[in-house]
Each structure stands twice: as structure tokens, then as C-alpha cells.
């Protein structure tokens, strides 16, 4: 299941992290691909040494604490440090493929965060450039995603998903994986969609005694689904 998170960057954060991204040195984007995924992968990627990408990285970390949505609908337990890409000219697209399932933690030697949730994080205006949509397989069929600039999608890490060419103008984008307290994908979609209904009534009815008791429910079933 997807989930799309609307203007996670306000204005001025987009603003901001162009205006980084602009006066950075991009290189392969293979250094963080596995070995299926480097097979089809060609764009390009932020280097690790980048100056810019500490305040990058905590931009995004910061937009993303602060929003609720995101929240409940990943319920993140870890979180890797967000990458940057860019697709344009002969760099462009890559292929399906499958997010790799462990991932090593930066700067902690041996500790692996087991990906759950992947995120897209659109950066570049739709229409500054042509294709690169974002296609995400799931069990209701193949879905094209191409957001607007600040907005960001999160989708099952498990999914094939892939990247068509960008024929004109320039993608960027963030991305991200992330471990889920939650580890079971419809586990973690039934909580979202109580949690977003509870929230239309609580708007709707206040705290009425129905509303009190089945948000102890929400968080009697997070305390039985929930690892860390
Ligand atoms: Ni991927």
C-alpha cells in the first residue's frame, strides 16, 4: 500500500535544499545499490562526502518529526540517513528492482537496519521535467507516482519499483529507508487507517466515551504489534 504525504517541505525548506543541492557535486548512484539493483540503476547520487549533506540530512529528518501523518503511517523505528538523487540527461532511470531487505547503519560498525519502509520524497516541480515517474508494483497492480515538489510517498520496502527515463529537465529527489516498529506491511496500514479514522470522529464528535475507548484499542493493538 502506498502512502502519500502532501507538502512535507514547506516552501522555504524546498527553497533551502534546491539552492543546497544546486552547489553540490553529484556522482554514480551505485554506491548504494545492491547487486540486482546495480544492474539497472543509472542516475546519479550525492556523495557521502558532499559538504552540504549534514544540513541536507537534517532538514528532512526535521520535516519529518514534525509531521504527524508520517508518524502514523510509518511508525518508524529507525530511520537511515535520507540520500539525494538526481535523474537527467544520460543518467535517467532505473530499472525494476527490489530495495535491498538489511542495510548497514553509517558510523555504527556491524548494525544493520532491516528495511521496511522505502520514501520518495519529491524535489523538483512536475512540470520542469518530462517522465521519471515513480512505478511501485503492489497485490492491486502497478502504481505511477509523480508528486509535487515537497511531497513525498512511502511504500512497502518489498515492492518492485523502478524509475522511468527522465526525458527533459532534471528529477531531484530524496530517499529514504526505514525500520517500522510494525513490521508486517497490513498491520502497519490497519493502524494508519484507525488512527486517520479516529481522527475524522475525534474532529467530528469530540471526545466522546466511543471515541476514548477505541483509541485505547489503536494503542492496545500498537502495544501488541509493536517491537523495538
Ligand atoms: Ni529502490
Request: glycine fraction near 4%; hydrophobic fraction near 45%; aromatic fraction near 8%.
Amino acid at each position: 500500500m502506498l502512502i502519500t504525504i502532501d507538502q512535507l517541505l514547506n516552501t522555504e525548506e524546498l527553497i533551502e535544499v534546491r539552492a543546497m543541492l544546486k552547489d553540490s557535486a553529484w556522482e554514480s548512484g551505485q554506491s548504494s545499490a545492491g547487486l540486482q539493483a546495480a544492474r539497472v540503476k543509472n542516475n546519479q547520487q550525492l556523495s557521502e562526502h558532499a559538504p552540504h549533506l549534514p544540513k541536507l540530512r537534517a532538514l528532512v529528518m526535521n520535516a519529518l518529526q514534525r509531521s504527524p501523518i508520517f508518524f502514523s503511517a510509518a511508525l518508524p523505528l529507525k530511520i537511515l540517513p535520507p540520500f539525494f538523487n538526481r535523474y537527467a540527461d544520460q543518467t535517467n532511470a532505473y530499472g525494476f528492482h527490489v530495495d535491498s531487505a538489511m542495510r548497514q547503519v553509517p558510523n555504527e560498525a556491524g548494525a544493520y537496519l532491516r528495511s521496511d519502509l522505502s520514501a520518495t520524497l519529491f524535489l523538483s516541480a512536475p512540470e520542469d521535467y518530462d517522465g521519471g515517474e515513480l512505478s511501485i508494483v503492489d497485490t492491486f497492480g502497478t502504481h505511477s507516482v509523480k508528486l509535487q515538489a515537497g511531497s513525498m510517498v512511502l511504500y512497502p520496502s518489498s515492492s518492485l519499483h523502478a524509475v522511468s527515463s527522465v526525458t527533459r529537465g532534471e528529477r531531484l529527489a530524496c530517499f529514504m529507508f526505514m525500520q517500522s516498529m510494525v513490521r508486517d506491511a497490513e498491520q502497519r496500514r490497519m493502524l494508519y487507517d484507525m488512527d486517520m479514522a479516529l481522527l475524522d470522529l475525534r474532529s467530528e464528535f469530540g471526545e466522546i466515551d466511543a471515541v476514548v475507548k477505541l483509541t485505547g484499542s489503536y494503542h492496545n493493538l500498537l502495544r501488541r504489534w509493536a517491537e523495538n
